[in-house]
């Protein structure tokens, strides 16, 4: 009986790099971790908006969450990762400086947004987890998608 609520009570996260900030993304809204390659821009499309490519037969819309969360231009020739997410049958990915562990953290331990958290990343946020040494964001991905999904119907 015990053993099915400490299940419940906790959730695993993907980890990854922006910015030198780590993230965690729900592990049960990824579907794939991979590397962008031939990514056609999309004109007049947001800054957040890296483009589209193909993925495996589906056309992906890539979004640059660096961009995204106000971290900073990306340094020229680095490698980039992407998170695969779907929203409402369309396919997305979220472009990451590098893709970590997969943390498994108790809810409890979850804090409410800090009151000093930038806005763009409160936006975002589902809260955070304090680690050894460093903040786990945790990234509401419909929120991130909602955002651009308005932003391109503007």
Do not use: C, H, W
């Not at 007049?44 to 490519?53: D, N, Q, R, S, T």
């Not at 589906?58 to 490698?79: C, K, M, N, P, Y």
């Amino acid at each position: 009986m015990n053993t099915e609520n400490t299940q419940q009570d906790s959730t695993e996260y993907v980890t990854a790099m922006i910015g030198g900030q780590l993230f965690g993304l729900p592990i049960v809204r990824v579907q794939d971790v991979f590397i962008p390659e031939r990514l056609t821009r999309v004109p007049l499309a947001p800054p957040e908006i890296a483009g589209v490519l193909n993925l495996r037969g589906r056309i992906v819309t890539l979004i640059d969450l660096r961009r995204r969360f106000g971290l900073g231009q990306r340094e020229s020739g680095q490698v980039t990762m992407a998170i695969g997410v779907e929203s409402r049958a369309e396919s997305y990915g979220l472009l990451i400086d590098s893709v970590g562990e997969v943390l498994k953290l108790e809810d409890a331990a979850r804090e409410p947004n800090p009151i000093n958290l930038d806005e763009r990343l409160a936006r975002v946020s589902a809260g955070i987890y304090r680690l050894d040494g460093q903040l786990l964001i945790v990234v509401d991905v419909d929120r991130v998608l909602d955002i651009d999904t308005d932003a391109i119907a503007a």
